[in-house]
Nanobody, 125 residues
Framework: QVQLVESGGGLVQAGGSLRLSCAAS????????MGWFRQAPGKNREFVAR????????QYADSVKGRFTISRDNAKNTLYLQMNSLKPEDTAVYYCAADTRPGGRYDSDRGYDYWGQGTQVTVSS
């Protein structure tokens, strides 16, 4: 079992920055990959970024490459998403997710088996 709690969302102007955090508990944090997804009103949940459990390998959606950075601190059991140069189209509820059963697609929400409750990010123009 894994429990995930996101924090750090809020309201920011376009061009600004936010850092999201995801605190994990339960299963050993370093033993599974982690990802961030987001869901805007009226849209499906979409992949944002993924961080492997070891080696530091990361993947990003094209829409956030060069602006967002995913990182993790295994000593603190925490996943981060640094978001810079935010745009109004980044407005969404952001979710962190754990992939404890490798083999699924890294960019599909079906590849993750534990989810946080989400944190709202609103970017004003």
């Amino acid at each position: 079992q894994v429990q995930l709690v996101e924090s750090g969302g809020g309201l920011v102007q376009a061009g600004g920055s936010l850092r999201l955090s995801c605190a994990a508990s339960g299963r050993t944090f370093s033993s599974y990959a982690m990802g961030w997804f987001r869901q805007a009103p009226g849209k499906n949940r979409e992949f944002v970024a993924r961080h492997s459990k070891i080696g530091g390998s990361t993947q990003y959606a094209d829409s956030v490459k060069g602006r967002f950075t995913i990182s993790r601190d295994n000593a603190k059991n925490t996943l981060y998403l640094q978001m810079n140069s935010l745009k109004p189209e980044d407005t969404a509820v952001y979710y962190c997710a754990a992939d404890t059963r490798p083999g699924g697609r890294y960019d599909s929400d079906r590849g993750y088996d534990y989810w946080g409750q989400g944190t709202q990010v609103t970017v004003s123009s």
